[in-house]
């Protein structure tokens, strides 16, 4: 089972807690950049270019993991 397993259960929490944060920075950022005077929809394409960049990056992370020893950190 899913809860069983430790490194999973800290994997969950971890994940929960940084998403949590992200939604927070995002609207706090937001804010911030509107009182700048940046255009609401140049803050969206700054958003867009974040999820991109991750979109990217994730599945070459997973590659790359392939062919180096795992280490747990937990």
Known sequence: ???TNRHAL???ISSTFALMFM??????LSIRLI???VNE???GYIFA?????????APL???LCKFFKR???T
């Open 23 to 28: 939604l927070f920075f995002d609207s706090i």
């Open 35 to 37: 009182s700048l005077g």
């Open 41 to 43: 929809n140049n803050i």
């Open 61 to 63: 992370a997973g590659y």
């Open 49 to 57: 270019v974040a999820c991109f960049c991750y979109a990217l990056s």
């Open 10 to 12: 800290i994997a969950a």
């Open 71 to 73: 280490r747990y950190i």
């Open 1 to 3: 089972m899913f809860f």
